[in-house]
C-alpha cells in the first residue's frame, strides 16, 4: 500500500504560480500510474492529469491543457503538478491519487485507489 501527502498549496494571486508535491511513502510508487484531481466547494471531483508509470504518457483536462504540468521522480517517490497563470477558478482542493495499473491513463476517479488527503489552492482576486 501507497500513502500520499500532498503539499504547496496556499494562497496566491491571479497570475501567481504554484508546484505541488505528492510524497509517497511505501515501496511500490514506481509501479502505479499518478493522477490529480481537484476538487471546489460544491462541485464534483476533475480530473486534472495523468501520468504513467515510466512518464512515458501523460494526460490533462480540458481546462488543464497548457496552464498544467504533471511530472514525477520514482526515486524521490514524488509526484509534482505545476499549475501555472492560475486563475480564480483553480481554487480548489488538489489531490493526488494511484492508479494500480501502471500503464493506464484514466480520468475516471473510480479507477484510482489510493488517495492523499489534499492540499487547499485558493487564488485571490
Known amino acids: 500500500q501507497v500513502q500520499l501527502v500532498e503539499s504547496g498549496g496556499g494562497l496566491v494571486h491571479t497570475g501567481g504560480s504554484l508546484r505541488l508535491s505528492c510524497a509517497a511513502s511505501g515501496r511500490s510508487f514506481s509501479a502505479y500510474s499518478i493522477g490529480w484531481f481537484r476538487q471546489a466547494p460544491g462541485e464534483e471531483r476533475e480530473f486534472v492529469a495523468a501520468i504513467t508509470s515510466s512518464s512515458n504518457v501523460t494526460s490533462y483536462g480540458h481546462f488543464a491543457q497548457g496552464r498544467f504540468i504533471i511530472s514525477r521522480n520514482n526515486v524521490k517517490n514524488t509526484a509534482y503538478l505545476q499549475i501555472n497563470w492560475l486563475k480564480a477558478e483553480d481554487t480548489a482542493v488538489y489531490y493526488c491519487?494511484?492508479?494500480?495499473?501502471?500503464?493506464?491513463?484514466?480520468?475516471?476517479?473510480?479507477?484510482?485507489?489510493?488517495w492523499g488527503q489534499g492540499t487547499q489552492v485558493t487564488v485571490s482576486s
Open positions: 491519487a494511484t492508479n494500480p495499473n501502471s500503464y493506464a491513463i484514466s480520468s475516471d476517479f473510480t479507477d484510482y485507489n489510493n
